[in-house]
């Protein structure tokens, strides 16, 4: 199919959220959540940069969490800030592919990182004694290359068959910014292959990652049961943190690529809760419930006060 065809359309646009939502409140919502978030996720990338007791394993990779969770904030939310009190919400043919590309590399690279966190949890209580050999530095490195290959391999797939579909209009899509699932409804053909394969390539590997976490889960619990140590409460403490997070991400994911049955109102609840909510609600669950990161933020927020009064 010639890839011409879909210069029929130059342009999608937005209903976005005000048919159900005050723009008002969701404008003052949307807008602290989304500066909670970046300055929340910053804090942690530069605390744990900083502070050499943080160079472990498990806070590299929630380094590397919160840095994918600030590109989470830039990629979805600014848009749907910017369109809130806009009558005419679009985003050029090429702003949407790139739009999708990025959101889709971002949730492959995170899927990832959790699955590399829980194996982070896993050996930490199972093989304690094991832990530096398993989790070295190059470990850390191979599992980060991996998530950003696979999240890569994740987007670029489903855009190869997507990008050459015929867009001859509508042009409307049901929601405030672009995916799949909405962007291929609008293709002047029969999508229901590609529909497949979007389910497959989203809901059922997010299903199989969130499966796999479980059992992971179940392990470590059988272990902490049967060897109870400080060291294991301690790591125990930290996947408790771990599964909420990973409630937050794969919970939606699951619902809006799987459910059968989408429901325009529930759909766009679900996207807001995760492209705003989660990546600040991440930041938190990670520092209010480690007294390491707490210890460690105040120690970097008085050095910044007091670099600024000598400034």
């Given at each position: 199919m010639d890839g011409a065809n879909h210069s029929m359309v130059s342009?999608?646009?937005?209903l976005g959220l005000t048919n159900f939502w005050e723009s008002q409140?969701?404008?003052?919502?949307?807008?602290i959540f989304c500066v909670a978030s970046m300055m929340g996720n910053s804090l942690i990338m530069l605390t744990v940069t900083s502070d050499p007791q943080l160079h472990s394993p498990m806070y590299f990779l929630l380094a590397n969490l919160s840095f994918i969770d600030l590109g989470v904030s830039s990629v979805i939310s600014p848009k749907m800030i910017h369109d809130l009190f806009r009558k005419h919400k679009v985003i050029s043919f090429s702003g949407c592919i790139t739009q999708i590309f990025f959101i889709h590399v971002i949730a492959?690279?995170?899927?990832?990182l959790l699955l590399a966190m829980a194996f982070d949890r896993y050996v930490a209580i199972c093989k304690p004694l094991h832990y530096l050999t398993i989790m070295s530095r190059k470990m850390c490195i191979l599992l980060l290359v991996a998530a950003w290959i696979i999240g890569l391999i994740h987007s670029v797939i489903q855009l190869v068959f997507v990008i050459k579909l015929?867009?001859?209009g509508p042009n409307v899509l049901d929601s405030f910014y672009c995916d799949f699932p909405w962007f291929l409804k609008l293709a002047c053909t029969d999508t229901y292959r590609l529909e497949f394969m979007v389910t497959v390539n989203n809901g059922?590997?997010?299903?199989?990652?969130?499966?796999?976490?479980?059992?992971?889960y179940i392990f470590i619990l059988i272990t902490v049961r049967k060897h109870s140590s400080g060291v294991s409460f301690k790591a125990l403490s930290t996947l408790s943190t771990h599964v909420m997070v990973v409630i937050l991400f794969f919970g939606p994911c699951i619902f809006v690529y799987i459910w059968p049955h989408p429901t325009s109102?529930?759909?766009?609840?679900?996207?807001?809760f995760d492209a705003v909510l989660t990546p600040f609600l991440n930041s938190i669950i990670y520092t209010f419930r480690n007294k390491e990161m707490k210890v460690a933020m105040r120690k970097v927020c008085s050095q910044f006060i007091i670099y600024r009064r000598i400034s």
């Amino acid at each position: 199919m010639d890839g011409a065809n879909h210069s029929m359309v130059s342009e999608f646009v937005f209903l976005g959220l005000t048919n159900f939502w005050e723009s008002q409140l969701l404008f003052v919502f949307s807008f602290i959540f989304c500066v909670a978030s970046m300055m929340g996720n910053s804090l942690i990338m530069l605390t744990v940069t900083s502070d050499p007791q943080l160079h472990s394993p498990m806070y590299f990779l929630l380094a590397n969490l919160s840095f994918i969770d600030l590109g989470v904030s830039s990629v979805i939310s600014p848009k749907m800030i910017h369109d809130l009190f806009r009558k005419h919400k679009v985003i050029s043919f090429s702003g949407c592919i790139t739009q999708i590309f990025f959101i889709h590399v971002i949730a492959g690279v995170e899927m990832v990182l959790l699955l590399a966190m829980a194996f982070d949890r896993y050996v930490a209580i199972c093989k304690p004694l094991h832990y530096l050999t398993i989790m070295s530095r190059k470990m850390c490195i191979l599992l980060l290359v991996a998530a950003w290959i696979i999240g890569l391999i994740h987007s670029v797939i489903q855009l190869v068959f997507v990008i050459k579909l015929p867009f001859c209009g509508p042009n409307v899509l049901d929601s405030f910014y672009c995916d799949f699932p909405w962007f291929l409804k609008l293709a002047c053909t029969d999508t229901y292959r590609l529909e497949f394969m979007v389910t497959v390539n989203n809901g059922f590997v997010s299903l199989g990652s969130f499966f796999i976490l479980t059992v992971s889960y179940i392990f470590i619990l059988i272990t902490v049961r049967k060897h109870s140590s400080g060291v294991s409460f301690k790591a125990l403490s930290t996947l408790s943190t771990h599964v909420m997070v990973v409630i937050l991400f794969f919970g939606p994911c699951i619902f809006v690529y799987i459910w059968p049955h989408p429901t325009s109102h529930l759909d766009k609840f679900l996207a807001v809760f995760d492209a705003v909510l989660t990546p600040f609600l991440n930041s938190i669950i990670y520092t209010f419930r480690n007294k390491e990161m707490k210890v460690a933020m105040r120690k970097v927020c008085s050095q910044f006060i007091i670099y600024r009064r000598i400034s």
